[in-house]
């Protein structure tokens, strides 16, 4: 089977209610994915092209993931439409470190908000590196043009802060409702002379693959199927598994040859980054693996760690962290609790320069270096060596509280 065109993962972020659903709901309908006669009828019809549950539809807001595929002439998209509220985060943690790029949608009639703040920091951490704002429902503005420029100079600042360059950015003025500058050009902004939201899209990059890098597949599940046996499922992260090569998953340490390939009901030789692949593993039973383990190769075998520094960004704890504190850190596709072993230094989070050593505490919007251990066997790579397997989020309380990246490890021997 031959991949015609690159494939782009699109995170859609932002505050509550600016609209991020019915932007997706409007590209879908544009595309031709869904008919207008599917939508349900209303204000309300293009966001529930998305939000199908009936909670979400009563509730109004985004809870889950939803995952919808489009194609431009130029790109193959797959949107994860990301929940904007604050309960959901977690959610959206799942969807931006799946993510290649970032939509934020931030809407002219009410400006920059928490959830917009926090969604632009974690979408950074989590390694999304190209941007588009999409700045939303500019109808309820009378489509003004000074409150469109007010708007990006804000965002602009704020992307700022996180290392985004906002000359690389295209800004769109866009009414995600009425369909204004989504695939063509609206009359009722003259004063823009930018691309279409659309064609923001298509100027975005393909992912490089990490073909090169050593093999990392973390495995999301793992099935027992009849005349093939057991099959973990996965997303190759980075390097290249060809068939006939013998793998490892570490932390469980289970090892074998790779007898099959199978990716869309398909076989395969060959899997590569951004392949969504079930594979089989001679001599490796159900019990043998779980979620959280990662397959690499033997020679090179992903790295389980006694305990690794990292780069912490506290987003939103109601208390302080201290030494001894042991939250639920989500790294690929694993959930382990890890101790802050110690609370090393402190960093300004808008320069990254440190301000001082051996902090007593760390509290919301402090940046810091610290010490943790795992609870129990955790894989985890530094960050400057295989980005995709470096980063983390850390949820307690029902809330993402932290997130960050490792920069040094110690191996369990």
Sequence with gaps: MVKDKEHINLAFVGHVDHGKSTLVGHVLVNAGVISEKQLVGGEDKFRFVVDTSKEEQMKGVT?????????????????????????????????????????????????????????????????????????????????????????????????????FNPDEVAFVPVSAFEGDNITEVS????????????????????PEKPTDLPLRIPIQDVYSINGVGTVPVGRVETGVMKKGENVVFEPSGASGEVRSIEMHHEQYEVAEPGDNIGFNVRGVGKNDIRRGDVAGHTDSAPTVVKEFKAHVAVLNHPGVITAGYTPVFHCHTSQVACTFAELVAKYDPATGQPTGEKPDFLKTGDSALVKIRPTKPMCVENVSEI???????????????AAGVCVEITEKR
């Design 187 to 206: 009359e009722n902004t003259p004063w823009y002379d930018g691309v279409t939201f659309v064609e923001a899209l298509d100027n975005l990059s393909a």
């Design 387 to 401: 980005p995709q397997m470096g980063r983390f989020a850390i949820r307690d309380m029902g809330q993402t509280v």
């Design 63 to 163: 809870i889950d993931l939803a995952h919808q595929k489009f194609s431009t002439k130029k790109y193959d998209y797959t949107i994860v439409d990301c929940p904007g509220h604050r309960d959901f985060v977690k959610n959206m943690i799942t969807g931006a470190s799946q993510a290649d790029a970032g939509v934020l949608v931030v809407a002219a009639d009410d400006g920059i908000m928490p959830q917009t703040k926090e969604h632009v920091y974690l979408s950074k951490t989590l390694g999304i590196s190209q941007l588009v704002v999409a700045i939303n429902k500019i109808d309820l503005v009378d489509y003004s043009e000074d409150t469109f420029n007010q708007l990006k100079d804000e965002v602009s600042a704020l992307i700022k802060t996180v290392a």
